[in-house]
């Protein structure tokens, strides 16, 4: 969390919330005595975010354009009366760094996950596994080139891949909206999924081929564009490419669905790619 402005005008408050919201910034506003304050939920967006305040300070009526006015609807609501002094709550941090899909879908691994740890663990399996055996995928069923992404096998590895998926899938989802992030799960959880398949057989899971495409996804949009909001720094960049490589070697405890990794991520990078072509 960082603070990005104050101010007693509710006004001026109102409109740079608007603007702010409307540029993908994830920001909040809290009320502190009889000051408005601004906050930015995810420091990764601190550069844009300090770019376009100075720009409104400079010039607060580029804030008037009607685009702005669904972002100012939710203004109001954003000052919830339940934090009515301090910073925002833990819980209203982490929802406002996400959208609808984002929240839907790790809410249902890991609703599927409690299930595997039930006497429902088997039926599950065989329900949400690519295919029943391994000659070949069964495409009259084409949901199921998709749900080998909800199953996890350990504690450790549903909460790396929520956490990166909420990361990196809750700013996508804010930025370029929710059907956007909805073909980006589509396309990366199928073309990992299938690879994984071709090499290894059905016996797979996990969210990471979709975390490595959103990976991929990231690196394209925000290339030689620092202050972009999905900008990645070089160093977390350094760490989920050095985890893919790990998962190579046999220095890891666990079996790895390393195919699904590579191809999870080379999706993305096709992905964003073509959003770059589109102009996104």
């Excluded at 540029?23 to 376009?52: C, D, F, M, N």
């Excluded at 400079?58 to 301090?86: K, M, T, V, Y």
Aim: hydrophobic share 50%.
């Amino acid at each position: 969390m960082q603070k990005l402005y104050t101010s007693r005008d509710h006004s001026s408050m109102e409109k740079l919330y608007g603007f702010l919201q409307q540029r993908g910034i994830p920001v909040t506003v809290s009320e502190h005595g009889e000051q408005l304050e601004l906050w930015l939920i995810q420091t990764s967006y601190a550069a844009l975010a300090k770019e376009l305040v100075a720009e409104f300070k400079a010039n607060p009526s580029i804030a008037d354009s009607p685009q702005h006015e669904p972002a100012l609807s939710a203004f109001a609501a954003d000052r919830s009366p339940r934090i009515p002094r301090g910073t925002p709550t833990i819980l209203n941090n982490l929802l406002s760094q996400a959208g609808v899909v984002t929240i839907s879908f790790a809410v249902l691994v890991i609703a599927v996950f409690l299930g595997q740890l039930s006497p429902l663990r088997d039926g599950l399996f065989e329900l949400l596994r690519i295919s029943d055996n391994f000659a070949a995928i069964p495409w009259h069923q084409p949901w199921r080139v998709i749900t080998p992404a909800l199953l996890h096998f350990s504690v450790l590895h549903i909460l790396f891949n929520v956490f990166w998926w909420w990361y990196l899938g809750g700013r996508f989802e804010r930025l370029y909206g929710s059907v956007w992030l909805v073909v980006a799960l589509v396309v990366c959880a199928s073309i990992s999924n299938v690879a994984q398949f071709i090499v290894s057989g059905p016996y797979f899971g996990g969210l990471s081929g979709v975390v490595y495409g959103l990976f991929g996804i990231a690196v394209v949009m925000a290339w030689q564009r620092p202050s972009h909001p999905l900008y990645l720094p070089p160093g977390l960049i350094g760490f989920l490419l050095f985890w893919l490589v790990l998962g190579y070697t046999d220095l890891l405890w666990v079996n790895v669905a390393n195919t699904a990794h590579t191809a999870g991520l080379i999706s993305g990078l096709l992905v964003g790619a073509v959003m770059r072509g589109l102009g996104r």
